[in-house]
């Protein structure tokens, strides 16, 4: 952590005991949690009700203990918790930026770590969360991209993201309270560590939980999934999850996205953008967005900015201007701001919103492409300190 962040906090997690064998219920598809109550002794008859019954006590209520399921009777909230538990991903450490933004660094199974980020605005709360540990595209501006691939996140983990930042901002409404429709975490990106398509089905599964209307309930136009360019997987998000859709874009030739983001040798501009053109979602009301870190001297002159506009002739879309966020190590420069500025101009006079992204969370590395577990971090650094010694 820098020292220009003002707090950090330490979280402890211990976790409980919980009965061998038990089945997480946390990121279970309705029908999947159904079945696993048959399993469990439920019988069919009561199943559709009974699954109904814990997904608003998980979802919508946020209760992780089966004694506090008041509507269940006592002997079967026994049954629930011998085969059952409501477990999330462990918060290790909480930092806060100066403008707001917090970064959890949160442990899955096999002690692995993710960094996930909430960013409060005035009209909404976003909740940048990861998809996999590390991430197997090495985008060459993109400090998460430095991590290797370790493994895909289960539904569980994903969801469970959502539900831990609700714990920290006490979001979870109070039985007999006044139903307040204020939302603190009001959107969904899927733009933290690893590719989002990679890892599809439970990606899927999880944001149909947070779009559930029993539960989370978040609209699925208030969930953006950021895509490098996986094009198989393009028309799928469309038809089996229905969210708006983002694209890692950040160059207008094959030459520069080669470099910048490695998976355009497999399905390069052309390809990408034909399938884009044919996205079933993507209308005046549901535009794709582009994403397009600007990058001193590399992708930021004025012939980018016009062949830009060529490129997305035909694509109902606007593109966010992303000020570059350095990282220790970083091979590039941002962009200044005048030159940003010029480049978004081209765009707007030629009718495409281009709105230029203010950095959040810098002084913490929440920012984005910052991403990259502190025990990936620290990792790094012991390497270095040996090469550095002869070791």
């Not at 281009?354 to 012991?382: F, H, N, V, W, Y």
């Amino acid at each position: 952590m820098t020292a220009t962040a003002p707090i950090t906090q330490d979280v402890l997690t211990i976790p409980r005991k919980v009965p061998e064998g038990a089945k997480n219920l946390v990121g279970m598809t309705r029908e999947a949690m159904r079945e696993a109550l048959i399993a469990a002794g439920t019988s069919e008859k009561q199943a559709k009700m009974r699954t109904n019954q814990l997904w608003q006590w998980v979802y919508h209520w946020g209760v992780r203990d089966f004694d506090q399921m008041t509507n269940l009777a006592k002997d079967y909230r026994k049954l629930l918790a011998e085969n059952f538990v409501i477990e999330l991903p462990e918060v290790v450490t909480k930092q806060v930026s100066s403008d707001g933004t917090r970064k959890y660094l949160v442990r899955i199974a096999g002690g692995h770590e993710v960094e996930i980020v909430y960013i409060p605005e005035e009209d909404r709360g976003t909740l940048c969360i990861s998809s996999q540990v590390g991430c197997t595209l090495t985008c060459s501006f993109c400090h998460t991209g430095t991590q290797k691939l370790v493994r895909n996140l289960t539904a569980s983990e994903i969801i469970g993201q959502v539900m831990l930042a609700r714990d920290d901002l006490g979001e979870w409404p109070v039985p007999g309270a006044p139903k307040d429709e204020t939302r603190l975490l009001s959107n969904i990106v899927l733009m933290g560590m690893g590719e989002p398509l990679y890892n599809f089905e439970n990606v899927r599964d999880a944001m149909k939980i947070a779009m559930d209307g029993e539960g989370i309930a978040l609209g699925r136009r208030r969930i953006t999934l950021s895509t490098s360019g996986v094009v198989p997987e393009i028309a799928r998000t469309a038809n089996e999850i229905g969210c708006l859709l983002a694209v890692s874009f950040h160059a207008t030739t094959d030459a520069v996205r080669d470099v910048l983001v490695p998976v355009n040798k497999k399905w390069n501009i052309e390809t990408l953008l034909n399938a884009l053109r044919e996205y079933p979602k993507a209308t005046n009301s549901e535009r794709i967005t582009f994403e397009y870190v600007m990058l001193k001297g590399v992708n930021d002159t004025d012939e980018d900015a016009h062949r830009l506009v060529k490129l997305l002739d035909g694509i109902p879309a606007k593109v966010n201007l992303i000020p570059f966020n350095e990282w220790p190590g970083a091979p590039y420069e941002r962009s200044s701001n005048n030159r940003i500025r010029a480049f978004a101009t081209i765009l707007m006079n030629a009718g495409y919103a281009s709105p230029i992204r203010t950095p959040r969370g810098e002084d913490i590395m929440a920012a984005c492409g910052q991403l990259k577990s502190a025990t990936e971090r620290a990792r790094k650094s012991k390497r270095e300190i040996e090469a550095e010694a002869g070791l």
